[in-house]
């Protein structure tokens, strides 16, 4: 079994489809470990996404999650990470595949309804910072 983060982020639970969301997570044979609807302070935003720190986007995507709630997730399943990012599909909701989270709800780039880790050790540190 492998754990993996999953975020609902701002733009879908401001349009009413997490329950959706989640409904497409239990039919994907995930178990949802641990969920929690909260919302993001912008240094801890910050925190989270300093990976792109040095991107041009980073200011637009630490103010686009603290926008709003977010629902988070310790989502488990065997391979739980590649399965996950499978379901949400690709960044851009246009290029996504039929069927995916992204396609379905996401509306942008940056408005794109799902965040997921990409990486074991990415996993392990995004689900502490949640879920200390």
Known sequence: MQSTLAIIKPDAVNNLNSGDIVR???LNGFNIK?????????KDAEKFYAVHKERPFFK???????SGPIIVMVLEKTNAIASWRELMGTTNPDTANMGTIRKMFGQSVQLNAVHGSDSPQAAQEEIKFFFK
């Open 24 to 26: 497409l997570i239990e």
């Open 34 to 42: 641990e969920m929690k609807k909260t919302t993001i302070e912008k």
């Open 60 to 66: 637009e995507l630490v103010n686009y999650m603290t």
